[in-house]
């Protein structure tokens, strides 16, 4: 359901109040289930869903910072690494990083580092 639509048909209840008439037409907006108490509920559950929508979207963010920061630490353990071989060979760290590339225990370790 559309809060907009709930909240502006719950405005022109509460002000129909103020015209003349007003208690007869809500004995018929209530023969036709149009009741304040409905609109609130209906606005309530809105409400319920608009606020879920946030903290999914929150939680959503915070995975994804939390998901990035974890791969800055991966990469710079691997860069760590790199660089080492690459003094320890006397090759530049490009070349250094290939290598590791296909070493499966430098990967597991680099992982291990990073936590």
Partial sequence: QNLHAKLVEFHQTVASFRDKGWLRRRWEALAHGTTITALDKDIGVCLDRLR??????HDRRLTSLIEAQQTYKLEAAMRRRAEALADEQ???PQYAALRLADDNAETTAVAREAG
């Fill in 52 to 57: 879920l929508s946030y903290q999914l979207a």
């Fill in 90 to 92: 006397h090759v530049t």
